[in-house]
């Protein structure tokens, strides 16, 4: 927990912006323009708040990358539909299994088929997401499910 980075987010994002802006706001807004403390000091919560919903979400998105967008592979060109992906997935998967059933012990010979399974896999994350489906609210619901049957390591194991 107090690691370099939770020093530099404290300090820095927490008392120097948050604080230091805070106070500076405060200011401007009640002293500058006059407005009655209480009401500048909700304003100037509400300008914070702001500003550093896209500061923290940019901060914390490299902490959360099992729901965040990180995709290995570049998006394929195209518009394409759940059930084309449905279809590219089956494909894919039909040469994997013939791959790997040929060499099961030897991974150089099915690891290409493997790759461009897991890369339709993702394809079609990124076409439901187009397409308005939570695939994150579904990612998380699965581990949390997962975690209270017992399936994952524990953590720092």
């Known amino acids: 927990m107090f690691s370099r980075e939770w020093f530099v987010y404290v300090f820095g994002r927490w008392i120097l912006l948050s604080g230091i802006a805070g106070a500076i706001m405060q200011v401007i807004i009640a002293d500058r323009l006059g407005i009655p403390t209480f009401p500048a000091f909700l304003l100037n919560q509400l300008i914070l708040a702001s500003v550093f919903w896209y500061v923290d979400k940019y901060i914390f998105q490299r902490h959360f990358g099992a729901v965040k967008e990180v995709f290995k592979f570049p998006r394929v060109r ?33 690891l290409h088929e493997f790759l461009d399974l897991s890369h339709a896999v993702e394809m079609t994350e990124r076409v439901l997401k187009e397409n308005g489906a939570d695939v994150n609210a579904e990612f998380y619901k699965i581990v949390q499910q997962n975690k209270a049957k017992g399936l994952y390591e524990s953590e720092g194991s």
């Open 78 to 110: 195209g518009k394409f539909t759940p059930e084309h992906q449905f279809t590219k997935i089956a494909e894919e998967y039909s040469e994997f299994a013939t791959a790997y059933k040929k060499n099961p012990d030897d991974h150089n010979k099915w």
